[in-house]
T-cell receptor
Framework: GDSVTQMEGPVTLSEEAFLTINCTYT??????LFWYVQYPGEGLQLLLK?????DKGSNKGFEATYRKETTSFHLEKGSVQVSDSAVYFCALSDGSNFGNEKLTFGTGTRLTIIP | DVKVTQSSRYLVKRTGEKVFLECVQD?????MFWYRQDPGLGLRLIYFSYDVKMKEKGDIPEGYSVSREKKERFSLILESASTNQTSMYLC????????????FGPGTRLLVL
């Protein structure tokens, strides 16, 4: 079945540091890939997504590129802020039923940014 | 903005009690989902529904049931709560117009004593 493997946390960085959170996946077919973020005390919200190979998703300074050859979707940000402290989840959709896709999530990576 | 609301942010129940978790979405979405979130395990799908009165088992349905009598409302039921069901429960919805994106509620943190 489909699966997502995420870099284990927790990750602690200083403000303005460069961030990479690794994500690799196993899937049949042509999944879409997502990064969701969960701020303290809240539910998940979509951060960015990519629907096909070589697509780059971006939002709030975060970027991730859909790499089919390495089955990866690593999350990057050039200069993190304290407000980026959250839990980040990589996910894929099964793409099996248009409009009815289920998501498979990674285990999440807790990111803490120190001023 | 899409809004998904859950009936409680925190719940404390006793072993053996019947527990109802309610979820309501206001975007006329066809699909609704229940997940549980546990440290180190990420989100695991319990049940989902593609339409009113339809339900499908997810990856961990044991000990749970669901009800979807109206399009906007999806209820998760713990028939007889047990301590291993202590967890964070997240509801989500998506539709034909949301382009595979699921929208999440704030979560219900359930403690079973």
């Amino acid at each position: 079945g489909d699966s997502v493997t995420q870099m284990e946390g927790p990750v602690t960085l200083s403000e303005e540091a460069f961030l990479t959170i690794n994500c690799t996946y196993t899937a049949t077919g042509y999944p879409s890939l997502f990064w969701y973020v969960q701020y303290p005390g809240e539910g998940l919200q979509l951060l960015l997504k990519a629907t096909k190979a070589d697509d780059k998703g971006s939002n709030k300074g975060f970027e991730a590129t859909y790499r089919k050859e390495t089955t990866s979707f690593h999350l990057e940000k050039g200069s993190v802020q304290v407000s980026d402290s959250a839990v980040y989840f990589c996910a894929l959709s099964d793409g099996s039923n248009f409009g009815n896709e289920k998501l498979t999530f990674g285990t999440g990576t807790r990111l803490t940014i120190i001023p | 903005d899409v809004k998904v609301t859950q009936s409680s942010r925190y719940l404390v129940k006793r072993t053996g009690e019947k527990v109802f978790l309610e979820c309501v979405q206001d975007m006329d979405h066809e699909n609704m989902f229940w997940y549980r979130q546990d440290p180190g395990l990420g989100l695991r799908l319990i049940y989902f529904s593609y339409d009113v009165k339809m339900k499908e088992k997810g990856d961990i349905p044991e000990g749970y049931s669901v009800s979807r009598e109206k399009k906007e409302r999806f209820s998760l039921i713990l028939e007889s709560a047990s301590t291993n069901q202590t967890s964070m429960y997240l509801c989500a919805s998506s539709g034909w117009d949301s382009q595979e994106t699921q929208y999440f509620g704030p979560g219900t943190r359930l403690l079973v004593l």
